[in-house]
């Protein structure tokens, strides 16, 4: 009898501790989130052929790719497309309406992640670090996991870009860095720390940007077999610092020297940035804590080089090439330092890129450009001469018209009838596809999904009453040469999507998804809480 009792105990020991080992939640170590600036969902594709097993084909065979995942939102902007991103939520909401914009109440300037009342950490008096995440009205994805743990997660941002560190780490992060291009050091802000850690203050020693420029740029395969992309000297390319052509090899090295800038519109930026990605998954120990960890990455260089050059240069393609042997570097150093399927990595992009205005009209494609200045002057004469009134616009931004409402209340002019006549003026210029009164939207004969698109990226607060789309191709002035991105249309909106590692299935897909969704999908895969202006829906496709 007494043995039996034994027997019993002891099968309800084992029973026990089974049933506890089974019931933890399972959660992978890591998850490391790549966002590459600038990046054309066909990007993946055009040169597919010349990419190596360890980058992007291996995201592409070994992970689930959304094949037609779109930007649900406008303008299709740097800090907007992070913010949505992290947050699966949109302007209208998360209030990250633009890289700037101005507050419809006081008619001050904003920029994304200023903050006056935080101090640079990194670089004495700059207002380089001045930079917070503040202006983001919900929590991030990455927040959600540091709430859902207890903050044992740890989470951390990198970039080039203050914007694109700042932002995907969300509220609670532990840490953000970005450069500082005079120093040409990671910094932060008081936000975070009062000081660098040791192992930034170690990689920071090194000048690592001085090695990465003093070859210069040269195509890494002979230029020749670059026949993915247009001839190297185009006259709408962008040029560096002191060159007198577009031309392979850029002195890149005299460009830097000429404004520190210039190392931006290298590919060597993204190298830079995942060394500084693998230097802090050391530096905080990622993937070795008692809960998953997050870190954001955002290849910024991609966006730059794009702007200068545009997307059909054999400079892009060299960056894609050249990013492709980076990546598959670095989750080599993944598999090695986390252990293979023990992370997950998704990559995306936060927007995409026209073609050259001069390309497209080169190939017989739509295209043109605008000069806004004329436009906004010509407007402003018009409603003086209506209404009595000088400079009743302060700006044109994010493709909205930004009023003077302090001048407008006080005046007690009458709103309706200013707005009315500027889009009846905007609605007559040529490459004008659609102007608005964003009142009004409901009653716009605009198709989807530009129409929600449009409301979507609509923030009372932050957003211009009155919304311009122009026709396709139709850029800025400035991007007369390289090219540039803001517009609803695919070529801007259209981003590769991929998830790869922990918990993932192998495939694709080509159901229409949009970035609102991949917050949420990290946060089921996670069990945890959706952000808390969240509005997309998990991707169960990508899920095993
Ligand atoms: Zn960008």
Known sequence: MFRKNVFVVIFLLISVFAFSQTQTISRPKLVVGIVVDQMRWDYLYRYYDRYGNGGFKRLLSDGFSCENTFINYLPSYTAVGHSTIYTGSVPSIHGIAGNDWIEQLTGKHMYCTEDTTV???????????????????????TDELR??????????????????????????????????????????????????????????????????????????????????????????????????????????????????????????????????????????QLGKGPAADFLTINCASTDYVGHTFGPNSIEVEDTYLRLDQDLAKFFSMLDAKIGKDQYIVFLTADHGAAHAIGYSQQNKMPGDFYVSQIILDNLNRLLAAKFGEEKLILAGMNYQIIFDMKKINDKKLDFDAIKKSVVDYLQ?????????????????????????????????????????????????????????????????????????????????????????????????????????????????????
């Open 147 to 284: 709430i859902a743990t207890n903050y044992q997660s740890k989470v951390v941002g990198v970039s080039l870009k203050d914007r694109a560190a700042i932002l995907p780490a969300g509220h609670a992060a532990n840490a953000a860095f970005w450069l500082d291009d005079a120093s040409g050091h990671f910094i932060t802000s008081t936000y975070y720390m009062k000081e660098l850690p040791d192992w930034v203050n170690q990689f920071n020693k090194q000048n690592k940007i001085e090695q990465y420029i003093k070859d210069g740029w040269n195509t890494l395969y002979p230029i020749n077999t670059y026949v993915q992309s247009d001839s190297d000297n185009k006259i709408y390319e962008g040029k560096l610092a002191g060159e007198s052509a577009s031309v392979f090899p850029h002195n890149i090295k005299k460009a830097y020297e000429k404004s520190k800038g210039f190392f931006r519109p290298t590919p060597f930026g993204n190298s830079f940035t995942l060394e500084f990605a693998t230097a802090a998954i050391d530096g905080y």
């Open 428 to 544: 007559q210029q040529p490459g004008v596809n659609y102007a608005l009164d964003v009142a009004k939207i409901g009653e716009a004969p605009i198709p989807e999904p530009i129409k929600t698109m449009i409301i979507n990226g609509y923030n009372l607060k932050r957003s211009g009453p009155v919304q311009v789309a122009f026709n396709a191709g139709w850029l800025e002035s400035y991007a007369r040469t390289g090219t540039t991105h803001g517009s609803w249309n695919p070529y801007d909106t259209h981003i590769p999507l991929v998830f790869m590692g922990w918990g993932i299935r192998q495939g694709s897909s080509n159901s229409t998804l949009h970035m609102t969704d991949i917050a949420p999908t990290i946060a089921a895969l996670l069990h945890i809480q959706m952000p808390s202006g969240c509005i997309g829906m998990p991707i169960r496709e990508v899920m095993k």
């Open 119 to 141: 101090e640079s950490v990194g670089v004495p008096n700059s207002m380089e670090g001045q930079m917070s995440p503040k202006n983001l009205l919900v929590t991030t994805v």
